[in-house]
């Protein structure tokens, strides 16, 4: 069990942002399939390669019987076609209609344009418990709607209407279907939409299907004892092939009233048999045969045999290269192999993923066989491949275990997804989310991160589900107070009983540090550096801004100095005087020089603001500034009480190293509390010369450059 990723960011300071390092990792992918590269719906002609090796390593062929090959979209169901598959819901008061009835259901299906009996939404078991239905019909128009309802529970009597005109859809799109009963009116009314499959079901809009109320003339609706079934009737025969969006049904002519039932795979997690409704019936909903829920946000490639994907033309990789692939494999004990990829260059040196093997159910093949041995699941599952050509080849699974072995060397001719190679045969059944390739081998904590990566992103079982179930969990968001922290509250299972609410010892030393922030103990010795450097030996008119929180009356606080010892080659520094007040110090022409505000700072301990120091070297004009925090440098400032005064011609030209949150002198200041940001500019509104800025830096790194135009290192 590996833990979730959490995806972090790095930026700001002016420059352009590092990529979250799963991000940095990812762009180095040679091919990369993601939901954004399928091409085509009903069939997918082409999975696109994203990653550095170009259209080259495009799945562009598509290889065996081509409609069975379709895109699964994020939160949608699949019915194969096959009987007993399908999507069921026990008998119960509120789906049993026994008047007015509107039924509406979303839904591609890849025979539109033949009427096949294919039955879309029914509660109609055998006699006597035949309720209601609509399906596809070829009378009296080829590719008309046909609803059937029965007033005693039997076919014998039962009543059947058909839309006057075919429904207007292509094999393979998706489309909206909805029938109104009328009981007191004989009617029956059939419409069609083309809204966004995303569209809410009462809000969508409709345009009537041939001739509006038509005759429909019956005492009733039988209330039957069957369940209500998506995708096929009496037991899911007669079954559709295509994919279910969202069906719901009401007891009225209005579509626009709360739905008595409501199907909707949004509701189902990625690996589970049932899944309850959200909607106001709450049943529960169950998976039959091979049909499947995609409950990710994603698009996968559907497989349902018989077919697979290969490039043009393969390319030969070697040794070492490692392999991510999501994938659900649709049956849980195939009779025979099911080949995920397959690429060789010849029989014997091969990398090959399948399933029903031997020893063991999951194989990584070359020269020799690589298998785990615990039993077989068709979860949707991250698989890892790693192929070093030796002893320390690996195989992951994410949530059934890892090998390690010899999986002998190999070149692989890169060319096959849900096949085996170049020939058809042992095709792939089930739904391809992302298949990632690197040719070489990556670190241990580049291939957990990539695997934490795919878990969390298609909500897998990962560290969110284990926390889930923690006795204690203390998080950022529980922090009670800043400086100092007075409490820890707990948001496990455990309750406030386990709350760190106590502070022993002293409370000024417990802070809570920002994110993208550095943190001062106010510790001697303590303090972030940057060599001396043209940039930052700034000899005129300087301004200095900062965005800080912490111990503001902190008198003699270091913020950032080049003025660290009793000699002639002491620069400036920022910094605070008597408490809260605002301080400059530099050597000039006459000397040491200072100036500090006639006003202290009006923040409170913890609280995060900015400041602002500016000294014209023609004017001989000191100001200080305060504002508002803001996470980017503002562009408007409150001066902090009356102009001051240094008379000097220039700033020594400083070779000490530059220090922010300390001075190199044994007794000199020292800062306690945070630093968000420090930017030094030479001249008033000119250059920069230099830029702290932590958010710049990796998470366990001890120096990093800065992103802003000075690039010095920290």
Known sequence: ??????????????????????????????????????VGSNPVTEWTNSGTGGASYDFDTVVGTAANLIKLESNSAHVPGNIGDGFTTPDSAAISFTGDFTLIICMSSDSW?????????AKAGANPNFSYYISIDPSPVDGAMRVGTTPDGTYTNQVLTESTAAIPFSNGDIGWLRVTHDLSANTMNFYTSTDARTTAPTAVSWTQLGAADVT???????????????GGTNGLTAPINGNVYRAIGMASTDPTS??????????????????????????????NGDAMVNATSYDAVYAKGSVGLETTSGTTLSDPNTVFAVAKWEEASPGSQRALFDSRSDNAKRHKSYNNGSPGPYIMSGNTDLSLAEPFVNDLNVMTYQWNGDSTSKLTVSGTGTVTGDAGSHDWDFGSLGM????????????????????????????????DYLETKYELANAETLLATALVHYTPADIVGTFPVTEWTNSGTGGASYDLDTVVGTAANLISVGSKAAGFPNIEGSYFSTPDTATNSVTGSIEMVCRMAGDWGNAGGILCTKYQAASATQGYSFNFDAAGTLSINFRGSGGNVSAASDASVSFSAGDVGWIRCTWNDTTDECKFYTAADEASIPSSWTQLGTTQ?????????????????????TGGGVWLGEIYRMVVYDGIGGTVAFDFNPSDAAVNASTWTSSGSSGETW
């Open 645 to 665: 005064t240094i008379t000097s011609s220039g700033i020594v030209d400083s070779s000490n190293l530059l220090t922010v949150g300390a001075t190199l002198r």
């Open 216 to 230: 429909h003339s019956t005492s009733g609706v039988a209330d039957g004892n069957a369940d209500l079934e998506i």
């Open 1 to 38: 069990m590996s833990f979730g990723y959490q995806m972090l960011g790095f930026g700001g300071g002016g420059g352009t942002p590092t990529p979250p390092p799963v991000d940095a990792v990812l762009a180095t992918a040679l091919a990369r399939y993601t939901a954004d590269d399928i």
């Open 258 to 287: 709360t739905p008595a039932w409501d199907f909707n795979p949004a509701d189902a997690s990625p690996n589970v048999d049932t899944w309850t409704s959200s909607g106001a019936g709450g049943e529960v909903w169950t998976i």
């Open 420 to 451: 085996l190679y170049n020939t058809g045969g042992n095709e792939f059944y089930g739904a391809i989310y992302e298949f990632i390739v690197f040719d070489s081998a990556l670190s241990e904590d580049d291939i957990a991160l990539v695997q």
């Open 113 to 121: 344009e033949t009427s096949d009996g294919a039955y879309y939404i």
